[in-house]
């Protein structure tokens, strides 16, 4: 089983800049995929971007040059970094990781971004 814990979220204006953390535990493999999905009241969820074992990353084409993820796989931590954030930026961000050897994936619990002025 894996449990995943963000934070970082919280209240940001037009252009600022926030970043978000998601703590893993429990059974990890270092070949998980792990990414963000964001989800806008009234908006089905939505993939920000993921990256693989490798560090190979791809981004959804409205955070393109703008969100940054990463991973620190010995500290079991995957980041988002948001620079120039914008008021359609405002949701709910959840961490996943997925296993590609079953198919398995997990999810955080969700952390709110407010974009705002």
């Known amino acids: 089983q894996v449990q995943l814990v963000e934070s970082g979220g919280g209240s940001a204006q037009p252009g600022g800049s926030l970043r978000l953390s998601c703590t893993a535990s429990g059974t990890l493999f270092s070949i998980d995929v792990m990414g963000w999905y964001r989800q806008a009241p009234g908006n089905p969820r939505e993939l920000v971007g993921s990256?693989?074992?490798?560090?190979?990353?791809n981004y959804a084409d409205s955070v393109k040059g703008r969100f940054t993820i990463s991973r620190d796989n010995p500290k079991n931590t995957l980041y988002l970094e948001m620079n120039n954030l914008k008021p359609e930026d405002t949701a709910v961000y959840y961490c996943?990781?997925?296993?590609?050897?079953?198919?398995?994936?997990?999810w955080g619990q969700g952390t709110q971004v407010t974009v705002s002025s």
């Open positions: 990256i693989d074992d490798i560090g190979q990353t």
């Open positions: 996943y990781r997925r296993r590609p050897i079953t198919g398995d994936s997990y």
